[in-house]
């Protein structure tokens, strides 16, 4: 039996307007750098059983500074969701001869199907801000030439499983 645990806690979440208040650079919607300001006694996070995770940033906890100036929220003051996740492994030997061996094996790749959620959207200026809209896998990247791996094979992707057999001589 072999077994691999990967726990993470939940990675920060930079909360930026969306805007671009900056003439003549595109700095607009995810790509923005422009912070709000933070509404002092507005839960950060509210809780919501129709989204992923069951909770969602809180746009009323937000306003957007005026004129090309930094509002007093601080860089990644916020964090998303944790990860965990549980791969297992069961293989067994058959001795066939002096020098064959047969391998037989069974992986089960996030064991109990624990949901991991990727960031949250983190721009106020989209209809999806404070939701988390990918599985954790997924927005690791695609593979192929966008990089990262198939969603699959990712941490935090869904349960899966693979058998083999494996000829040793």
């Given amino acids: ?14 909360v930026v307007t969306g805007l671009n208040s900056f003439p003549g ?22 809780a919501n ?18 004129g090309a100036v930094q509002g007093n929220l601080g860089r990644n003051a916020l964090r998303g969701f944790d990860a ?14 002096e020098r064959l061996r047969l391998q037989a ?14 960031s949250s959207v983190n721009y106020m ?3 999806l801000f404070g939701q988390s809209t990918q599985m954790l896998g997924t927005s690791l990247g695609s593979g192929g030439p966008n990089g990262g791996l198939n969603p699959l094979y990712q941490v935090g ?7 083999s057999l ?3 001589f």
């Fill in 84 to 97: 965990v996740n549980v791969d297992f492994a069961l293989r067994r030997q058959f001795k066939l001869r």
């Fill in 105 to 118: 094996r069974a992986d089960l790749f996030n064991l109990f199907n624990h949901p991991n959620f990727g």
């Fill in 125 to 127: 200026s989209s209809p």
């Fill in 25 to 46: 650079v595109s700095l607009s919607g995810a790509s923005s750098v422009q912070r709000p300001n933070l509404v002092s006694g507005v839960p950060l996070w509210i």
């Fill in 166 to 168: 494996k000829l040793i």
């Fill in 1 to 14: 039996m072999d077994s691999i645990v990967y726990a993470r806690s939940a990675p920060p979440v930079n």
């Fill in 157 to 163: 992707g869904p349960r899966s499983a693979q058998l």
């Fill in 49 to 66: 059983p129709n989204v992923a995770g069951g909770k969602r940033i809180n746009k009323a906890a937000f306003t957007t500074p005026t």
